[in-house]
DNA sequence: CGGCAGGTTTGATATACATCATACCTAACC
DNA sequence: GGTTAGGTATGATGTATATCAAACCTGCCG
C-alpha cells in the first residue's frame, strides 16, 4: 500500500508505472534535473520553470510520486522533492543514467 | 529519416519514443521475449499470443518498429520481427537488461 | 481454383492523458 | 487583516491511444 502522502513503499516499485512517467517529456526533464542535483536535494515544484499551468504542474508531479520517482514532503505552502535515488538505483539500476545520458 | 520500412536509422534512435514504447505492457513483454532469444533471432507476430485482435497486434508491432526497437523484415505473407539489439544497447546501455529482469 | 493463415488498412469507438481556468488552502509578509 | 506566493482540487476540453470489426492483400496448400 501507498502511504498517506500517494508514496509506493520501495519494495512495490515496478517498471511500469515508471516508465509511464518518465515517457513524458516533462516529467522525464524534471527527473534529469533531480538526478544532477547532490543526492537528498530538495526542489519545490516551481524550480523546474515547466511550460505548463500550476494545475498541470501539479499533476506532473503526482504522477512521478505515485510511480515512486520522487518524495514529495510537504511544508505548509510549499512542497518540497526530492528523487528516490538510491531506491530507484537498487531496483532499476542504470536507469538514472540512461536518463541522465539522454537529456 | 526513416527507410521505406519505416525503421528509423540507428543514430535517429531517440529515448523518447523508445520509453512510449515500452511503457505498454503488452509491448514489454514482446521485447522482452525477443531478448531472451539468441541474438538475431526472428519471430512472426503471431508467435506471442497476445490477447488482443490482429489489427491491434499490428498497432502495437508499428509503434515499437518506429522508435527502432524491432526491424521487420517482410517475406510477402509473413513478417518476422527482429530485436535490435545492438543498435538499443549501444545506444541505452542496460536498458534490456532492465526490462528483462522486471518481465 | 478455392480456401486458409498471417498481416495490413481503414474507420469507428472508448478510454486515457495533458492541459487549462477557476476556486480554494496554507503560510509568510506588510 | 489583507495580500501574495506555492500548491492542490475540481471540472471541462481536446488530443492521443488502444481497441475492434470488416475488407483486403499475399503466398501456400490441397
Redesign the pocket.
Known amino acids: 500500500m501507498a502511504d498517506s502522502g500517494g508514496h509506493p513503499e520501495s519494495e512495490e516499485l515496478t517498471l511500469g508505472p515508471i516508465l ?1 512517467a518518465i ?2 517529456p ?2 522525464r526533464h524534471v527527473v534529469a534535473e533531480l538526478a544532477r542535483e547532490p543526492d537528498g536535494a530538495e526542489r ?4 523546474f520553470a515547466l ?13 512521478l510520486r505515485e510511480a515512486g520517482l520522487i518524495r ?1 514532503i510537504d ?6 522533492s526530492q528523487l528516490r535515488r538510491a531506491e530507484i538505483e537498487t531496483k532499476f539500476p542504470g536507469l538514472l543514467a540512461l536518463i541522465l545520458a539522454n537529456a
Open positions: 509511464m515517457a513524458d516533462l516529467r519545490n515544484c516551481s524550480s511550460p505548463v499551468s500550476k494545475a498541470t504542474r501539479t499533476h506532473h508531479f503526482r504522477v514529495q511544508y505548509g505552502n510549499c512542497r518540497k
